[in-house]
């Protein structure tokens, strides 16, 4: 839960930097433009939709595990929320490479999050468990369906943008983070920073 939230407060610093955003969230930014809902509120329902299609489509749904997951998001949003709306709402950054160094900042922290969030395999990101369920039952790869979505995410992001004359949120920070996210995460991977099984000897006192 810890690096799921350091992960959110990665994505809201990105988001304030305000040089463009990552494909998922420019969809998330444009949505709530239009509506007046708080970005980590839209960010949530829409994390919830894919954890619904995800409920449906999982052979191996467990109560338990999709109530952690369902926990998480809801702490997701608040934190996005929280950050861009309460802790940052006074903060303003006109310099454009302040703001650029502020997203690249944001991205690293993201990845970071997202990367130990995976390794551990204790919680998962609902579009990604959607594609990956995907995968199993059809002759495409996980690949494929999460590109697909990131795709589906920036063109509607743009056809928001355009249609109500919105400021487009798809820009170079769009395409910075297409390249560093994706590394980061994998960089991320590599460490494992909480041990997988307790040491003996604290699981013999535990036992205790």
């Not at 350091?6 to 998330?28: E, P, R, T």
């Not at 929280?82 to 490479?97: F, P, Q």
């Not at 990604?128 to 590109?147: D, G, I, P, V």
Request: glycine share 6%; aromatic share 12%; proline share 2%.
């Amino acid at each position: 839960m810890f690096f799921y939230l350091i992960s959110a407060f990665g994505i809201s610093l990105s988001i304030k930097a305000a040089v463009g955003v990552s494909s998922f969230n420019s969809l998330n930014v444009a949505l709530s433009e239009v509506t007046s809902l708080k970005v980590g509120t839209i960010t949530t329902i829409i994390n919830l939709s894919f954890l619904l299609m995800c409920w449906f489509l999982d052979k191996n749904r467990s109560w338990k595990g999709y109530l952690l997951m369902l926990s998480a998001l809801l702490c997701f949003g608040s934190v996005i929320n929280l950050i861009l709306y309460n802790i940052l709402i006074h903060v303003s950054i006109t310099a454009y490479i302040p703001r650029l160094l502020l997203f690249v900042t944001g991205t690293l922290i993201a990845g970071f999050g997202t990367g130990q969030v995976l390794v551990l395999n204790y919680l998962k990101f609902p579009i990604e468990n959607f594609c990956a369920q995907l995968a199993e039952r059809t002759t495409k790869s996980f690949k494929y369906y999460r590109y697909l979505i990131d795709i589906v995410c920036v063109s509607l992001s743009l056809l928001l943008s355009l249609t109500f004359r919105l400021p487009i949120v798809v820009r170079e920070g769009t395409l910075i983070s297409l390249f560093l996210l994706s590394s980061v995460i994998a960089w991320s991977r590599k460490l494992r920073l909480v041990p997988e099984e307790l040491p003996l000897a604290e699981e013999q006192a535990g036992s205790k």
